[in-house]
């Protein structure tokens, strides 16, 4: 028997410990082979040889060029934006003339937009004859380059000059709001310094918040306001500019009643009206959403033509105030039915597909909303880079659909790189099949490898199979993870169903599940052989709910969110075990002001053994907090029970506390502060739980478009005997 078995064998133990090492390397042998097939697939290959050329000439060198002087991260965006909108990823043998100029405008207008209003660009060429050429790129609107020239290289060298800011913005005539708020559409003001990359000044940047602040203004019921840029300074030696916005309020505009009249087709007196009282700030904004409420009630019985006309009755003033009177007449014009339902640009989708999709038939009454929601719904399907949406008018009260389509690209590779301070440096591919079968068949896999572990995931997605936003997934994945105390070995796959319910920001899947969880390389079996099993295979069904109510996933600053998982296993799901495992993992957010957020979160989970542990828990489904994203005093797995000789068992139930305040130092630097308090249980019997770990500390936080990059230390105040004084994390990603 092997020295990582339970005491007690199943009846087929035998049988598959001899099967399993064979089906890890066929699962590692298939995910490589995956891997391959996806990067061979997204190469080209020539669709013939000529017999008669064994040895084809060499293919010509394609032309380069190369950005300096706007830092490493600067040249490197920039050649990208210009190798994509100038040459649509081409390479080609040479530039030409048109090239370069453009390239210099494009760059120019860039370099300008972030605040060097007065950069120098210089051209130097290498043309196809030998000879060199050098440029200004102020010089070539006046003096463009001979037409005809044959570029090989070219260099485009860039000094930026001063960068131009704000220092100094004064209000006159301002009362509505604070001067800080107004403050924050010209410069950046949640942050606790004031760096000029947060005040960068230019002429757009500039309208762009006079724009904005008579925007608000006209919001909040001053409908007359102006807002001006006055006393303009600009010191050209320290790019400093100082400003007067000069804004005058007017009075503000309330909403005191509506008079509704609704006129049916051809009607010269109101089939009805009434009297609402809105009590609401007068704006462009209220306008528009309030006549959009009134065609809508309209829309959805068919009068898409539907005109709402606003007009002010009467006007009663007091000081600084004006009570308005409105009457609204609805017209609703024809009522239309859909005449057909066409779709224009599909060359792969199947049509039956699409039908379904968008839900409208020949004979409905012709309601926008619908027509527009069939939009939306034909976008969500991942398959189309754009869906526009037209219609033909066949007669007065007939109107043809028709939906603009233009597909996408059926693979996509991708390259995955992230870093945690266990697995350090993690690295994989990505590789998406979309629109397979014309049936919006979706399969994704992806191959993921560290210092720490090695993984392989498989999903591949049936939109709507089983019923109307209810999409048919099968999974399947391999993993093989070093963990603090033994090493983790899972392989298997299940299928399953998911519905999105995107008016609650909810997910909700099921799924069954049948996996082989082995657990290995103790450094002391015998401690953990009561723990739970240690090779068993697992037949389990999952509920999964996914609740979203966060401004960002990557940057949460505001609402909230909640994660459940429940997960049952039993023998009678086949396999070996019988339990049931819940998590659940709230978090709530909440901006302070001044460039302060604070963020609280929570996890707790709950192992429930239908039975003695030993014979029904598997070892790899215990908890095992610490690292990262749990409480950060401790390295992945540190911070579970531990016996007397410091072996890792793991808890049967935990619950995580933490507390994060957030101060932000520049637009893309934070400080933060946390606290992280641990309760565990060894034991389901001394739950919630029996023992406390608790851990402080602080880092710094680096914005990125990836998420937020983290170097933080957790001290932990009160360390077991096994347990380090404290953990230095760096990773990728919000901690919860």
Known sequence: MPAHHRSTPHPSAGKRDSWRPQCARAVATGLQILLVTGLLLGASFPSSVSAAEPNPPPKPKPAKFRVSGYGWLGNRVLKRMLRTVELGGAKPQYFTSTFVEDSALILTARIKGDGYLKPAVTVRLRLSDGSALQVRAEDLLENPLPRGIRVTRAHFIIQKGELYYFSDIQFAGLNSIPPKQALSYFVE?????????????????????????????????????????????????????????????????????VREEFFPEGASQPEWQRTVHPNKPYSKLWLQDFTLSLKTNEFHRGFPDTAVDIQTVKGTSSTNEVELDLSARIKSGPQVRVAQVRFAGERKTSAWLLKRRVRIQRGDLLDPIRVEDGRYRLAR???????????????????????????????????????????????????????????????????????????????????????????????????????????RIEYGGGAGLHKNFQSAATDVSARYNYQILNAQDFTEFEAVASEGLTNPAVGAVIFEVKHDRRDNPLYPRNGYKIFTTVETSSEYLGGDANYERIEISPSWHHPLGGGRYISLGLSHGVDISFGEPANNLPFNKRFFPGGNNSIRGYQEGEASPRNASGQILGAETYTLATVELEQALTPKWSIVIFSDSLGFAHRIADYPFDTGLFSVGGGLRLRTLIGPVRLEYGYNLNPRPHDPSGTLQFSLGFPF
């Open 189 to 257: 003001t949640q942050t606790l310094f004031r760096v000029r990359h947060g005040r960068i000044y230019t002429p757009e940047r500039l309208q762009h918040g006079v724009a904005s602040l008579t925007d608000l203004l006209d919001q909040l019921g001053h409908r007359d306001a102006t807002v001006h840029a006055t006393d303009l300074q600009q010191d050209d030696k320290t790019g400093a500019v100082s400003v007067r916005i000069e804004v005058n309020e007017g009075p503000k505009f309330m909403v005191r009643s």
């Open 381 to 487: 399907l991942g398959i189309f880079d754009t869906v526009d949406l037209d219609y033909h008018n066949v007669s007065e009260h007939e109107r043809e659909v028709i939906y603009r389509l233009k597909e996408g690209k059926t693979l996509n590779i991708s390259l995955l790189i992230g870093w945690g301070s266990y697995e350090l440096l993690r690295g994989g591919v990505e590789a998406d099949l979309n629109n397979l079968w014309g049936l919006a068949h979706h399969a994704e896999f992806t191959v993921i490898q560290s210092f720490k572990a090695s993984s392989g995931n498989f999903i591949y997605t049936v939109p709507e199979l089983v019923g109307k936003d209810i999409d048919l997934f099968l999974n399947a994945s391999g993993l093989r993870r070093e963990e603090v105390s033994f090493t």
